[in-house]
T-cell receptor
């Protein structure tokens, strides 16, 4: 079945440490790929997106993500985490045949220790 | 520029009662979405509008859920009657036609008791 998987439900890192959040998808074709962040009680904010071209994409707040076709992955990274990055992160895809319909992973909760 | 505005932010109702949520999209955004987010899950699309037309409502439980977008701007999502399992966050989002970047509102947290 077509799906988006975020293997880590909860990740804890220390402030200043590096971060990598994993995302895998299972679709026949390469979908459009997104990462969103959701702070408590807030809506979703787009961090970055990949449609085509350079497989390393830069986003807001110092985040980047790398698309790896061979691994069907789109992992989110940040070299140095700040306490304000504590939130829930969602990977999402849009299929070319399902224009406008975002399919989300289950999310990864990020806790940042001082 | 104002973002997507949803109201109310929170709603507590008894089961079997009706409830309605309102969404005002970003000005100029012709595409409007309603998503359902259950606790600990990612959002799931309920319905997508292009202007006044519902172009994808395949995931909307039509026995109790209804939505409308009169005049192609504001939208209302209704549940009648509400069930305990409807407790969730209801998110509204909007985008420009042809643009895959959707902007989300803060959501309405519904609790059915």
């Amino acid at each position: 079945a077509q799906s988006v998987t975020q293997p880590d439900i909860h990740i804890t890192v220390s402030e200043g440490a590096s971060l990598e959040l994993r995302c895998n998808y299972s679709y026949g074709a390469t979908p459009y790929l997104f990462w969103y962040v959701q702070s408590p009680g807030q809506g979703l904010q787009l961090l970055l997106k990949y449609f085509s071209g350079d497989t390393l994409v830069q986003g807001i707040k110092g985040f980047e993500a790398e698309f790896k076709r061979s691994q069907s992955s789109f992992n989110l990274r940040k070299p140095s985490v700040h306490w304000s990055d504590a939130a829930e992160y969602f990977c999402a895809v849009v299929l070319g045949t399902s224009y406008g319909k975002l399919t989300f992973g289950q999310g990864t909760i990020l806790t940042v220790h001082p | 520029e104002a973002g997507v505005v949803q109201s109310p932010r929170y709603k507590i109702i008894e089961k079997k009662q009706p409830v309605a949520f309102w969404c005002n999209p970003i000005s100029g955004h012709n595409t409007l979405y309603w998503y359902l987010q259950n606790l600990g899950q990612g959002p799931e699309l309920l319905i997508r509008y292009e202007n006044e037309e519902a172009v994808d409502d395949s995931q909307l439980p039509k026995d109790r859920f209804s939505a409308e977008r009169l005049k192609g701007v504001d939208s209302t999502l209704k549940i009648q009657p509400a069930e305990l399992g409807d407790s969730a966050v209801y998110l509204c989002a909007s985008s420009l036609v042809g643009d895959t970047e959707a902007f989300f509102g803060q959501g309405t947290r519904l609790t059915v008791v």
